[in-house]
């Protein structure tokens, strides 16, 4: 799939669009549908799993066709501008359907193997596993139980180095769980995700819990370049949620022992402007 890229800014907008495609296909629903079916299921998947800026589900409605993953059935015509920028107008008014090519949707259907396969390739290129249970949640897909077959290919020694680092605890909120002698509950986050091709490098990395690095993933927290800690003002909640996370709104992030371990402003950097979810200026 040719995902548009400027940069490394994100675009999970195609991989979304055939997520949301291959729930449908999961729960029976007819192959086809018109734009204005799926725009707002798209926009919040966008929304919740895409970048900080306003969601276009227009665009991998329109682009995915070049891709060959995708069809239209009716007239184009109108559609896109002369430059093939889709028209969002057109496309809400227009009764020309779309969906995936009948022969990939025929052979999914017939094969639920090949639909977990493909849908695990999806998630694990265009997003942190954290993110994995989400969005197939959003989008009404379930795995069968071979999931445990499959094997990550990442490196442990990035775990170990990370957590070595960050003297085995969270960076945020300092919880350390030994289980007999074995750290639990603390984990090695990508800071410039690994679907992002952010290496395992320990410069990016960081030790958290799991509540921080989800925090961390889903851009309710971010770092700034003085390595202090944003809550996002996109962030609220209750009480506990204040507790645990809001409270940490301007305090540093734990420095890891070496100063070399600290993390890079690249991948610092990346995370502020692909994941956080933003503080007012
Ligand atoms: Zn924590």
């Not at 445990?148 to 957590?163: G, K, N, Q, S, W």
Request: proline share 7%; net charge negative; with cysteine.
């Amino acid at each position: 799939m040719n995902v548009w890229q400027r940069g490394d800014e994100r675009a999970p907008h195609k991989p979304l669009l055939l997520l949301l495609a291959l729930g449908r296909l999961q729960r029976g629903d007819p192959r086809l549908v018109r734009f204005v079916e799926i725009e707002e299921p798209l926009t919040e998947l966008l929304r919740a799993f895409g970048p900080p800026r306003k969601p276009t589900p227009h665009n991998p409605f329109w682009y995915l066709e070049s891709d060959e993953l995708w069809v239209f059935e009716g007239s184009t015509y109108g559609l896109a501008g002369p430059t093939n920028t889709p028209r969002i107008g057109a496309l809400r008014e227009s009764e020309t359907h779309a969906g995936l090519p009948l022969e990939d949707f025929e052979a999914l259907r017939a094969d639920p193997e090949l639909l977990a396969s493909v849908t695990r390739t999806l998630l694990e290129s265009h997003f942190p596993e954290s993110y994995r249970d989400d969005i197939l949640a959003a989008v009404g897909l379930s795995l069968e139980p071979i999931d445990t077959i499959h094997v990550r290919r990442r490196d442990p020694a990035f775990r170990h180095a990370v957590l070595r680092a960050y003297e085995h605890r969270c960076a945020v909120c300092e919880l350390q769980i030994i289980v007999r002698g074995v750290v639990e509950g603390v984990e090695a986050a990508h800071v410039k995700w690994h679907a992002a091709r952010g290496p395992d490098e320990v410069a990016n990395g960081v030790a958290l819990c799991a509540l921080h690095h989800k925090a961390l993933d889903r851009g309710w927290l971010g770092i700034d370049e003085r390595h202090v800690l944003r809550v996002s003002d996109e962030v609220s909640g209750n009480q506990t949620f204040d507790e645990l996370v809001g409270r940490f709104h301007g305090r540093p992030l734990r420095p890891p022992r070496q100063p070399e371990h600290r993390v890079h402003d690249d991948y610092r950097d990346w995370h502020w402007r692909e994941v956080f979810r933003g503080v007012a200026a």
